[in-house]
Structure formats: structure tokens, C-alpha cells
């Protein structure tokens, strides 16, 4: 069973960078996509970026499009999400998922596996 902690969020003015972590434990880790999903206050969790098992293919939502750069390191289990540009409408708690599956998806539906959360706030 993979469990994932994210680290890495905070407060950060518009224009700013922030990069989150998703450290992954257990043994698959390069078996399984990963994705970055956020939820607003009072809105549904929607997809930011993910990436295949093994880094060679990403995809990203088209609201953070040139903006943001989904990455693995799968030698040390863990997901990164570099947000550069960021805008106040990119407020939201982040949360990275793993699927069962070296294949990115991009509906909350298909991962099986969410770390709990980490709240970025871009103030204007």
C-alpha cells in the first residue's frame, strides 16, 4: 500500500514561485502515475498535472499550461510540482494522487491513492 505525504506549500505573492513535494513510500513507486489535483474552497478537485511511471510523459490542465512542470524522482519516491507565475486564482489545497497504473490519468476517479493536502495561497 503506498502512502504519500505533501510538503511545500505556504503563502506566496503573485508573480511568485513555490514548489511542492509528494514523498511516496512502499515499493511501486515507479509502477504508478502521478498527478496533482487542487480543490478550492467550495469548488470540486480538479486536475493540475501528471506524470507517468516512469517521467517520459506529462500532461498538464490548460489553466497552468507553460506555467507549472510536473516531475519524479523515482530514486527517492517522490513527485514534485515547480509553480512559477502563479496567480491568486491558483489558490487552492494541493494534493498529489497515485494510480495503479504507469499511465497519467486526469479524473480524480482514477487514482486510487491521495496524500492529505497542502494548502498554496497566492495573495495579490
Known amino acids: 500500500q503506498v502512502q504519500l505525504v505533501e510538503s511545500g506549500g505556504g503563502l506566496v505573492q503573485a508573480g511568485g514561485s513555490l514548489r511542492v513535494s509528494c514523498a511516496a513510500s512502499?515499493?511501486?513507486?515507479?509502477?504508478?502515475?502521478m498527478g496533482w489535483f487542487r480543490q478550492a474552497p467550495g469548488k470540486e478537485r480538479d486536475f493540475v498535472a501528471a506524470?507517468?511511471?516512469?517521467?517520459?510523459?506529462?500532461m498538464y490542465a490548460d489553466s497552468v499550461k507553460g506555467r507549472f512542470t510536473i516531475s519524479r524522482d523515482n530514486a527517492k519516491n517522490t513527485v514534485y510540482l515547480q509553480m512559477n507565475s502563479l496567480k491568486p486564482e491558483d489558490t487552492a489545497i494541493y494534493y498529489c494522487?497515485?494510480?495503479?497504473?504507469?499511465?497519467?490519468?486526469?479524473?480524480?476517479?482514477?487514482?486510487?491513492?491521495w496524500g492529505q493536502g497542502t494548502q498554496v495561497t497566492v495573495s495579490s
Open positions: 494522487a497515485a494510480r495503479g497504473s504507469m499511465n497519467w490519468g486526469t479524473r480524480p476517479y482514477e487514482y486510487g491513492t
Open positions: 506524470i507517468s511511471g516512469r517521467g517520459l510523459s506529462t
Open positions: 512502499g515499493r511501486t513507486f515507479s509502477s504508478r502515475a
